[in-house]
């Protein structure tokens, strides 16, 4: 009889490698498995997936590079709305969810797979977005998610692979690690808890740069082109180069609680050195090149934006809607950012920019103005607070 085709979301890892053993072995699916690359594997790391892959007896392996796609589509709106969930969490893992959930839905189609399959387990949101996108895309594709419907503990998955002949590093298996090109996330015993910290050699980089270091940010019209002073094609290379610098100083390390899709409270550590030196240098440009106003309202739609993309909400129009008020907002967004890196921190320092709008030509705060008088000050204050005035004097008891 024909076995029926599945495939599988596969990064290597201890739950799908579970599943891809699971699968093929225990219950007799022609398995395709399939890694989605968001900027987090080398070639080296690829190769290796790829062999342990077909060593666990798939049919069929492949890899999706979505790095470039995952940033035009998602990154640059996460930097052009300065999106930090619960002002702590760069959206690492959750966007990167959205956009390997989409690819493999699209792969499932190309080669006519009956099931596909995801490694989630039933406490996280990482199972809403895979089988919600999968719904939205593929609504007649099955879903399997082995580590869910048979509510394994990570600890019971390492015993059964065991069992079955599996060499792999389970010292390491005991921290669930996710890296891509915006951020890496790292989940534990301690990010069960609501007291403890991630312990060093948890953390995917070790601390090895110790003297301050100062760096220069170009962007253009929002998107960050150039590191100190040398030009990319693509904006993922300079992230790249970025985290390479940045994250040795042990920049962008915490532990983000949040509230999860299906109504529980959660913790993840991760470390994003990269992504919060772009945002935090990305805000201070937009703060000297934006109006009070366009600030206000980007603000409150990027809010809304990261949430509901957190929630594995983006194939939802209103974020197309979104993304193209966040571009216009970009127009002259554009300029020098310059920052100092140090152990554990860093420091935006300033900016130069064409359209700056502390420019002192208009005058300086604090200080003389070049564009209005005293009087034009006194007859504004009076207009400017004309109504309160009325209301108090309306509703004044005495």
Request: charged share 20%; glycine share 10%.
């Amino acid at each position: 009889m024909e076995k029926k085709k599945v495939v599988l979301a596969y990064s290597g890892g201890l739950d799908t490698s579970f599943c891809c053993i699971y699968l093929t072995r225990d219950l007799g699916y022609e398995v395709h498995s399939v890694i989605v690359n968001t900027g987090g594997f080398s070639a080296e790391e690829l190769n290796t997936v790829e062999k342990r892959a077909y060593e666990m007896g798939v049919t069929s392996h492949h890899v999706v590079d979505e790095t470039e796609n995952f940033y035009n589509t998602c990154v640059r709106y996460l930097i052009y709305g300065n999106v930090l969930k619960n002002n702590t969490y760069p959206l690492s893992v959750s966007a990167e969810r959205v956009s390997q959930a989409t690819a493999i839905a699209n792969y499932a189609k190309e080669i006519g797979a009956e099931f596909v399959a995801h490694g989630s387990t039933g406490a996280g949101n990482d199972q809403v977005r895979f089988d919600m996108i999968f719904n939205i895309l593929i609504p007649n594709v099955g879903i399997i998610t082995p580590i869910r419907d048979l509510k394994l503990s990570r600890e019971a998955e390492i015993e059964y692979l065991k069992k079955h002949g599996v060499d792999m590093n389970f010292e390491k298996a005991k921290y669930s690690i996710n890296k891509g090109i915006w951020g890496t996330s790292v989940g534990g015993k301690e990010t069960l808890t609501s007291n403890l910290g991630l312990p060093e050699e948890a953390w995917p980089t070790q601390v090895t740069e110790t003297e301050a270091r100062n760096i220069e940010l170009t962007f253009e019209k929002g998107e960050l082109v150039a590191l100190d002073g040398k030009r990319y094609d693509h904006p993922t290379q300079a992230i790249q180069d970025l985290q390479a610098i940045a994250q040795p100083y042990g920049i962008g390390r915490d532990i983000h609680v949040g509230d999860t899709i299906i109504g529980i409270k959660g913790r993840v550590g991760f470390e994003a050195a990269a992504p919060m030196v772009i945002i935090k240098a990305h805000h201070t440009l937009e703060k000297h090149t934006l109006t009070k106003w366009q600030l206000t309202w980007k603000d409150q739609l990027s809010m809304f934006y990261g949430n509901w993309l957190h929630e594995g909400q983006f194939h939802d129009p209103i974020m197309r809607n979104m993304e193209a008020f966040l571009t216009d907002t970009q127009k002259n967004v554009s300029g020098k950012v310059f920052v100092q890196l140090l152990p554990y921190r860093f420091q935006v320092v300033g900016i130069e920019s064409d359209h700056d709008l502390m420019s002192n030509k208009f005058g300086s705060y604090g200080e003389m103005n070049n564009s209005w008088s005293g009087e034009d000050v006194k007859g504004f204050s009076k207009i400017f607070g004309n109504q309160v005035m009325i209301y108090h004097k309306v509703n004044s008891e005495g």
